[in-house]
């Protein structure tokens, strides 16, 4: 019980982000996601490419 009443009193001093701030974040998020999901696509296709040169 004593665990439960320290989280909830840690919660409380929690500071949220605001709509505006909550957007922002969302938006890095989902930026940064879609270019590694690029990057790592163009390098797994890279590397397929070179393999198959190897084994030719």
């Known amino acids: 019980m004593k ?3 320290n989280v909830a009193k ?3 001093k929690v500071t949220w982000p605001k709509g505006k701030e909550l957007t ?3 938006i890095t998020v ?3 996601v879609v270019f590694f999901a690029v990057f790592f696509a163009l390098v797994d296709s890279g590397f397929t ?3 198959r040169l190897i084994v030719e």
């Open 30 to 32: 989902i930026i940064t």
């Open 10 to 12: 840690e919660m409380k």
């Open 24 to 26: 922002r974040y969302t």
């Open 3 to 5: 665990f439960f009443k």
């Open 49 to 51: 490419q070179l393999i």
